[in-house]
């Protein structure tokens, strides 16, 4: 009793600033057609806390559109979207606050520096603990395009609203404000809001305000919103909303969501269910309305299937418009009543989100299958995958950061994590965890839990950290693990059995911790498949020894629910039948596949690629091991047989990768790799190269695009010779250690890259340097600029091969880089395939190579959208003779920059090309059909 009433104690000072009664009254005059929205507004704000305050300040988010250096255009380029850098400036939006005034005397004010979406009001008096602040502003809204955020007005002049108008920050021992950086996260008090809003004749409304007047004139309606403790308000203006409102218990659930093939009365059954759902476990919602867009789905979507075309339906219609509908009324309704800091503070947000979207799969769709009713195709169905359940994809997709070194701590503040992280691993491993929690409490303990704390701080403000303490309260089992190690940081849980022994009566076993968390490990025991016991094993920090009853079991299972996010789930088991039994047998499998760690997997698959002129289309099949999550040792065969060649090419390759933490050396990777294919016609090359690769981040920051890559290689090239082919008029045969150090900061708006390069061969050594450099500039005018020099340490070769030279324009690769379709070739459409390399240059000019040093420039800047003029000068030295100045010039069209472009040479050394025979030679193009390197595009956006 006693430790029950000094919880409530801690509790209440905890929340105290939910006694506090901040008002907002707005009076906001819409001009739709020009995009402005006329605000006079009054802000009543009480100080909750003990500090006297000198100044205040205010949220003014929309006025984060206004330029292309906020916080929210550097967050897009930072994510590879363009969309806001290239809009036209009356696209963008912004705030014009004519005054601010207490008691009608003008108050001193001004935006921060880096954050003009925040504003820094000067008070004319202090103001004092449980004293409040009443102030007075004028301004003017100007709407942005809906384009950027999906708020906004869209080109059919609908408007979709939030954070429209201006918000004072919380103060609680420190000022809480940040900038707008399109994560829907505004830190705002609970005020009560009263908003008269005037906007043109055949326009409707949508608020989840409550309705209090309406007025009509002949040009403009006039509306009276009113709402109590309101944290949010979206604001819908159009001329033909597609909401509908389901009233259930008195409710009223507003929607857009699409459900467009659901029968009206399947949705109001869906809408019940879903409500019930929520009311049960979450308890009543404190206000009157509901309201769930389409806005809020498409930021948030059910992500697994999503990018499947429409017309592949993997789920029934209803299943997959209840689970919507369902994750849309989580996200609002915690958002609306769990009053936490959301930038700082999300994971308890998402994970109770997350949790009960995992509850009600459970719930009413335990068959319910990852791939729908794909699983039971013919061809399908073999799959791991099809085994998978719906649920399973939450363990699968944090793991994929996981196993990449790409994860971040639950903790850490959502604007430092990667989009990959903030929009689905951190959502998911914070479910997760919660359901690994509940599993090991046991006994409904949590979802009492969760119920009963956001039902008495339902509309105050609280913190994870008060959860923390009430669910301590609840069990007496240690839970440190889970706010220590799981939210805090970036530890990964891994255990094995190590050993067993047995007897008739009992089994002795040692369990194994491979990493360094401090979390508990389920232990099961099996006969066959059905579970004899389970136990929970703690405190395991390196090696635990137990001893156990037999009861009949023949399999020993760590984590066989597999509710715990476990980095490696391979070896988890032992089987008490014998040492064979432990081996796993091999398992042939056609095409990647989920990982079955029953097995050791082998997969294989056919293959059609056309990777050169000389091979022509090839055939083959490659054997792998390689899941879809990434391990950490891989192979790959990939035999071929080349169609017009009429030849066997193939590959192989072997390659281990160790990942390291809390370092910004985060990876390093050793391996061999070899292949046979054609080089010429009717030539060969055969290649052996073993390598290890060191890469480094900032441990720090991981949203930061800066990367190193440091190489050592070396290179086993042996050749078919070919005495009437000049590329052979030296050595077929050769061996090269390479040291190669990349540096690179790859950003929208400021590129740059260097790289070093040193290579070691019996007959040369040569250094060389490269440097690229790219600007956007705020008048969408992009500048290229690219050095490279090179120079020969000693050159042995022969002086009439050019073979090991540096070249001007396209370099001959002998240490077969680059994706050549037809790297011998002196003429004709494949030798006019650009790859910026060496000297870069694009007109082919009468001394394309140098055998003792190199040094060139190339530009380019942009005349017209996607249409560039570029430049290249440089010098070219060869033994024997004088330097050559070398220039060239010409019209780029940039099509996707480093993937798609042409080039269009016209005035050289060689003169006026334009004018010259056979121009059409002349043109140089770039282009990729590498898949892993077209991945890339998308990877960029989210990791």
């Known amino acids: 009793m006693k430790l029950r009433l000094f919880f409530w104690f801690i509790f209440v000072l905890s929340s105290i600033s939910s006694f506090s009664q901040n008002k907002i009254d707005l009076k906001a005059d819409f001009d739709i057609e020009n995009r402005k929205i006329t605000i006079s507004q009054t802000i009543q704000y009480k100080n909750a806390s003990k500090d006297e305050l000198q100044s205040i300040y205010l949220n003014d988010w929309n006025n984060s559109y206004s330029t292309k250096k906020t916080p929210l255009a550097t967050r897009f380029a930072e994510e590879y979207n363009n969309k806001f850098h290239l809009a036209k400036n009356e696209d963008r939006g912004y705030s014009v606050i004519t005054s601010i005034k207490q008691n ?130 979206k604001l819908f203006i159009s001329k033909n909303p597609n909401f509908e409102t389901i009233q259930n218990k008195g409710l009223s659930i507003t929607s857009n969501i699409n459900g467009e093939k659901i029968e009206l009365l399947d949705r109001v059954l869906i809408t019940e269910k879903v409500t019930k759902f929520i009311f049960e476990n979450l308890g009543n919602y404190p206000h009157e309305k509901l309201l769930l867009t389409n806005i809020d789905y498409n930021k948030d979507p059910i992500y697994g299937l999503n990018f499947l075309p429409s017309f592949i339906k993997l789920y029934p219609n209803n299943f997959q418009y209840e689970l919507k509908l369902l994750k849309v009324a989580l996200h609002n309704y915690l958002e609306n009543t769990l009053l936490i800091n959301p930038r700082k503070e999300q994971w308890l947000f998402d994970g109770i989100q997350i949790y009960y979207l995992m509850n009600y799969v459970e719930e009413h769709y335990p068959d319910m299958k990852f791939l729908g009713s794909l699983a039971n195709f013919w061809g399908v169905r073999s799959f791991h995958a099809a085994d998978m359940d719906f649920n399973d994809k939450y363990v699968f997709a944090f793991m994929s950061m996981a196993r990449t070194n790409r994860d971040q701590p639950l903790t850490m503040s959502k604007d430092s994590l990667l989009k990959f992280n903030y929009s689905i691993a951190n959502k998911y491993k914070a479910g997760v965890g919660l359901k690994y929690l509940d599993d090991f409490i046991n006994s409904n303990i949590l979802e009492n839990t969760i119920k009963s704390f956001l039902e008495q701080t339902k509309l105050k403000q609280t913190s994870p950290k008060a959860f923390e303490t009430y669910l301590k309260t609840k069990t007496s089992k240690n839970i440190d693990w889970f706010f220590n190690d799981y939210l805090n940081t970036r530890k990964k849980i891994d255990f094995k059995i190590k050993s067993v022994k047995r007897t008739e009566d009992s089994i002795t076993l040692t369990i194994k911790n491979k990493r360094d968390s401090n979390t508990p490990i389920s232990l099961y025991t099996l006969n066959n498949d059905s579970i004899v016991s389970k136990s929970w094993i703690e405190n395991v920090t390196k090696n635990k020894t137990i001893t156990i009853p037999r009861n009949d079991a023949n399999k020993l299972v760590l984590n066989y629910n597999r509710i715990i996010p476990e980095h490696n789930i391979r070896d988890n088991w032992k089987s008490l039948k014998g040492f064979f039994f432990n081996n796993k047998p091999f398992q042939f499998r056609l095409f990647k596949d989920i990982e079955d760690p029953n097995y050791n997997q082998v997969f294989l698959m056919p293959i059609a690629e056309f990777n050169n002129i000389y091979d022509g289309f090839t055939l083959g099949v490659k054997a792998y091991n390689t899941t879809l999550l990434r391990k950490q040792f891989n192979y790959k065969f990939q035999p071929r047989y080349a169609l017009k060649s009429k030849s066997f090419t193939g590959s192989a390759s072997a390659s281990m990768t160790h990942y390291l933490q809390n370092s910004n050396l985060y990876s390093i990777n050793y391996g061999i790799r070899g292949s046979y294919t054609s080089y010429a016609s009717d030539l060969f090359v055969r290649k052996i190269i073993p390598s290890v690769t060191f890469l480094f981040r900032n441990d720090n920051d991981f949203r930061s695009n800066k990367r190193q890559r440091l190489k050592f290689r070396y290179l086993d090239i042996n050749r078919d010779e070919d005495l009437s082919n000049t590329l052979n008029r030296t050595e077929p045969n050769y061996n090269i250690f390479n040291i190669n150090y990349l540096n690179s900061n790859d950003n929208l708006i400021n590129f740059s890259k260097w790289s070093t390069d040193l290579q070691i061969a019996k007959t040369f050594s040569k250094v060389s340097f490269n440097y690229e450099y790219r600007r956007l500039f705020e008048s969408n005018r992009q500048l290229n600029l690219r050095f490279y020099t090179g120079a020969f340490i000693n050159n042995k070769t022969d002086i009439a091969s050019d073979y090991f030279s540096f070249a001007l324009d396209r370099p001959t690769d002998y240490l077969f880089d680059y994706n050549y379709l037809g790297r011998s070739e002196a003429s004709g459409i494949f030798s006019q395939q650009y790859i910026t390399a060496e000297g870069g240059f694009k007109s082919k000019l009468e001394t394309p190579f140098a055998n003792q040093w190199i040094s060139t420039i190339n530009a380019s800047t942009t005349l017209w959208k996607y249409v560039l003029v570029y430049g290249d000068v440089g010098f070219v030295k060869n033994k024997f003779d004088n330097a050559n100045f070398v220039y060239d010039s010409g019209i780029r069209i940039n099509l996707v920059t480093d993937y798609f472009e042409i080039y269009f040479p016209i005035y050289s050394n060689l003169g006026w090309e334009i004018g010259q025979p056979n121009y059409d030679q002349k043109i140089r193009f770039k282009f990729t059909v590498d898949p892993q390197s077209l991945l890339g595009l998308f990877r960029r956006r989210w990791y």
């Open 104 to 233: 009608n005397e003008a108050l001193v004010f001004n935006q921060l520096k880096n954050q003009i979406d925040i504003i820094k009001v000067d008070l004319k008096t202090p103001l004092k603990p449980n004293e409040s602040y009443t102030i007075d502003l004028e301004y003017i809204v100007q709407i942005p395009k809906d384009k950027f955020t999906d708020y906004g007005i869209s080109e059919s002049q609908n408007l979709s609203l939030r954070y429209w108008y201006i918000t004072p920050a919380i103060y609680n021992d420190e000022w809480q404000y940040y900038s707008n950086k399109n994560l829907d996260d505004l830190f705002i008090p609970k005020a009560d809001l009263t908003l008269e809003i005037s906007y043109p004749q055949g326009y409707k409304i949508t608020s989840e305000l409550n309705l209090d007047k309406t007025h009509q004139t002949t040009n403009k309606q006039r509306v009276t919103l009113k709402g109590k403790d309101r944290i949010n308000n």
